[in-house]
């Protein structure tokens, strides 16, 4: 079955950087786009960024665009968040997910926090 198990969430300053790591098994990671979602409290999911299965970068939300970046890697079936300069706004619970044959599947999540 598809899983998603993301990692690498935690505290950091603003201005600070963290990196997720969104790790699959159960389909051909390099057949789909892989996304990155987050969801502050009180608010809608949102998408970050994604890439598709061809290593093209698209959707980056105007909020985090030339901080953060999506990437993939095959060999380890991985989809990584590099977030860089963090703000407070960032905070949020941050979800990998994908499409497979028209079904959502959602990493955990895993939570972020951006305070002095």
């Known amino acids: 079955q598809v899983q998603l198990v993301g990692s690498g969430g935690g505290l950091v300053q603003p201005g600070g950087s963290l990196t997720l790591s969104c790790s699959a098994s159960?389909?051909?990671?390099?057949?789909?786009?892989m996304n990155w979602f987050r969801q502050a409290p009180g608010k809608e999911r949102e998408l970050v960024a994604s890439?598709?299965?061809?290593?093209?970068?698209?959707n980056y939300a105007d909020s985090v665009r030339g901080r953060f970046t999506i990437s993939r890697n095959k060999e380890l079936s991985t989809v990584y968040l590099q977030m860089n300069n963090l703000k407070p706004e960032d905070t949020a619970v941050y979800y990998c997910?994908?499409?497979?044959?028209?079904?959502?599947?959602w990493g955990q999540g895993t939570q972020v926090t951006v305070s002095s």
């Open positions: 997910n994908t499409r497979v044959f028209r079904v959502d599947y």
């Open positions: 159960g389909f051909t990671f390099m057949s789909y786009t």
């Open positions: 890439i598709t299965n061809l290593g093209v970068r698209l």
